[in-house]
């Protein structure tokens, strides 16, 4: 069914041409035009164009891990022919010294020893004795590091392995997935009353994207990122935030502290309001025109250490949501969780649940 882009989308399009060369780095949400609205046809052949770009980016971050992957996998396998050879000098040399001791010609010396006549003389074969059984023990340790070492490399060339066989099927689904998407939107313009201007609303988004809007998003990004860190000492503060029985702690935090919070220590615009729902937490902004939507939950991590960790589950920017890609790319990029260290040492979180207006994290006291 052929659908007929209105009047002021074809207006959006030479707003954002006629003014796409003055845009830098540095302009802020306020003076990005409104977006117009879209029907459903428009917006999903814009969300797909903005998925395409976002994806192509994650194959190119993606082909640059497999690039490393392969030349550390190809080092280790050069270092690994290597290590075999000199593995197997070291166990000739460790499997003379355990003959001759197996055979007892280790023990002729001894007779020598008692045959000498002279006290010199036995002190002087002595150390030629002490000698040998040196050079014997650094045969056998160095065979010993020789096999440990080896072992090592074989277990690092197989974990390289297999990170590059993930690697290689991600890449593989990403591919799959813009195809799946491309074929979709020439299916969409196919259909289009107007092809060429569809065309350009979709450039025009992207490039709006690439150059204002992931800058944008990343700028609240930072500084949610860079106000959690203070969030341990904010939480000692606020009384009855922090609960103790024994050794077990119960962190109360509602939404008003948390807005509060964001808004004085991370200096985030009033207009950026999050709230808390069952097993959930959303944010929602309006700076200017430019629209965010971020909706999340938070899970106990042990690894690297143990942390409440904040994970995105949708992204939606100016009404178009954007690809899970985009979600993992700004969780690697921005720390959004907190750590139950920074407010009491040894101090472990085991679970953390919120509910309308309302998160609660629980932890205790472990010397482990």
Not at 282 to 292: Q, R
């Amino acid at each position: 069914m052929k659908y007929i882009y209105p009047v002021k989308i074809v207006c959006f399009c030479l707003t954002l041409a006629l003014t796409s060369q003055l845009w830098s780095s540095s302009v802020r949400a306020q003076s990005v035009p409104a977006p117009p609205q879209l029907d459903e046809a428009t917006r999903q052949l814009l969300e797909n164009s903005l998925s395409v770009n976002e994806l192509d980016q994650e194959i190119k971050r993606i082909a640059d891990q497999q690039h490393v992957a392969q030349t550390k996998y190809t080092t280790l396998q050069k270092s690994l022919v290597q290590q075999e050879k000199l593995l197997s000098q070291a166990r000739h040399q460790a499997d003379s010294v355990l003959v001759s001791y197996y055979t007892g010609e280790r023990d002729d010396f001894w007779a020598l020893f008692f045959s000498t006549g002279s006290l010199s003389g036995m002190i002087a074969f002595y150390d030629y004795y002490r000698m040998i059984i040196d050079h014997d023990q650094l045969l056998l340790n160095d065979y010993q590091e020789q096999y440990t070492y080896l072992t090592q490399q074989r277990n690092e060339l197989y974990t390289t392995a297999t990170e590059l066989g993930e690697i290689t099927t991600n890449l593989s689904n990403q591919r799959t997935r813009v195809a799946s998407l491309q074929q979709s939107i020439h299916q969409n313009l196919a259909t289009s009353s107007d092809p060429k201007i569809a065309r350009q609303l979709m450039n025009e988004m992207n490039e709006y994207w690439n150059n204002i809007g992931l800058y944008e998003v990343k700028r609240y990004f930072k500084a949610i990122a860079l106000s959690m860190q203070q969030f341990p000492d904010y939480l000692k503060s606020q009384p009855g935030a922090i609960q103790i029985r024994g050794t077990h702690y119960t962190i109360s935090i509602d939404e008003q502290q948390l807005n509060q919070f964001l808004h004085v220590q991370g200096q985030l615009p009033e207009s950026f309001q999050f709230k808390f729902a069952q097993d959930q937490l959303s944010v929602h902004g309006k700076e200017g025109n430019l629209d965010l939507d971020i909706t999340g939950h938070y899970e106990i991590v042990d690894q690297p250490q143990n942390a409440i960790q904040f994970y995105v589950d949708k992204l939606v920017f100016n009404g178009l949501q954007l690809p899970d890609t985009t979600c993992r790319m700004l969780e690697n990029e921005f720390d959004l969780g907190f750590y139950p260290q920074q407010i009491v040492s040894y101090l472990k979180a085991t679970s953390v649940t919120t509910e309308p207006q309302l998160m609660k994290i629980e932890l205790e006291l472990s010397l482990n």
